[in-house]
Nanobody, 117 residues
């Protein structure tokens, strides 16, 4: 199983970035997908999640209205469009895959997002 996240970088406050995660080794259409982030000295937190069909999404209050999660099941890819970025969005972002109801979770290697003020 491999979840390869890319698209991170350095951006000024108010700017945008788009993260993507390419999944292999899993049946992508059976997995709910999510983006988490972890800032230095803080616990990993859920940013956004999307169900297998993409019909249902969920966002943390801190990113609601600014971030959009989407998936392309034909390309085994989940993306996170991040707009109006703030310095507090600075973190390593991880994509995660899980089959609802099962305990196993798969994690990508993370991609760094740095927002300068």
């Amino acid at each position: 199983v491999q979840l390869q996240a890319y698209g991170g970088g350095v951006v000024e406050a108010g700017g945008s970035l788009r993260l993507s995660c390419l999944a292999s080794g899993i049946i992508f259409t059976l997995n709910d997908m999510a983006w988490y982030r972890q800032a230095p000295g803080k616990e990993r937190e859920l940013v956004a999640s999307i169900t297998t069909t993409g019909r249902s999404t969920n966002y943390s209050e801190s990113v609601k209205g600014r971030f959009t999660i989407s998936r392309d099941n034909a390309k085994n890819t989940v993306s996170l469009q991040m707009n109006s970025l703030k310095p507090e969005d600075t973190a390593v972002y991880y994509c995660e895959a899980e089959v609802r109801g099962l305990p196993m979770k798969y994690w990508g290697q993370g991609t760094q997002v740095t927002v300068s003020s």
